[in-house]
């Protein structure tokens, strides 16, 4: 196929981007170009219009508005600022926002430790975490990362730095899905709920 730089260049800002490889971005990139009146357009007023008012919270890192900057969680007056839920992506608190299962506020990392893909805990958003615990009265950081040897060397790493500084750290429990069962649950899942168990008469299932 004959190169165009103009084309060649929204494949490679298409292909930055999550969940989108290069064979899906030379087809969205082949798509705007032959439907560009109807595409195009809406969809610069779009970037240009998060351009103009989309930034992140100066406080937690979830994404705001310009002239809501601390963002409404960060904010509100009814949220318990002594509790901070870390998270690895903004994403994550839109979805535990939704089980309405937490009242205090949050703190964004955009992603977490790396070493495989060069990913430092200097890249992160921990300075800013650890200002936050020195500054502010915080009673308790809780965990709410992956699973997997990354998320567990993010918690690890945390935890670390946070137990230097008298911070009670927890980590929210994993264990089996709703509506699943032991059989099709991995050993791993299976261990973590066992030690994450609580008593029976704790369980709250609304």
């Known amino acids: 196929m004959h190169h165009i730089e103009q084309h060649d260049k929204l494949i490679r800002a298409l292909s930055r981007l999550p969940g989108i490889g290069r064979r899906s971005a030379e087809r969205i990139a082949l798509t705007i170009a032959h439907e560009k009146k109807l595409l195009l357009e809406p969809l610069l007023n779009a970037l240009q219009g998060v351009n103009d008012n989309i930034t992140t919270c100066d406080c937690c890192g979830v994404i705001t508005t310009f002239d809501a900057n601390p963002c409404a969680i960060c904010s509100s007056s009814t949220r318990d600022k002594s509790i901070i839920c870390v998270v690895e992506n903004s994403d994550d608190i839109l979805t535990i926002e939704k089980a309405d299962s ?15 893909t060069g990913v430092r805990p200097e890249d992160l958003r921990l300075k800013e975490l650890f200002e936050r615990v020195e500054k502010e009265k915080i009673s308790e950081v809780i965990l709410a990362i992956n699973t997997d ?48 168990r609580l008593p029976a008469t704790k369980l709250n299932l609304n």
């Open 102 to 116: 937490f009242n205090g506020v949050y703190h964004t990392l955009n992603g977490r430790i790396s070493p495989m």
């Open 149 to 196: 040897v990354e998320g567990d060397a993010t918690a690890a790493y945390i935890s670390e730095k946070l137990a230097s500084l008298g911070i009670k750290t927890t980590r929210i429990a994993f264990g089996i899905p709703a509506d699943s069962g032991i059989i099709y649950t991995d050993p791993i899942t299976l261990k973590r709920a066992f030690n994450g």
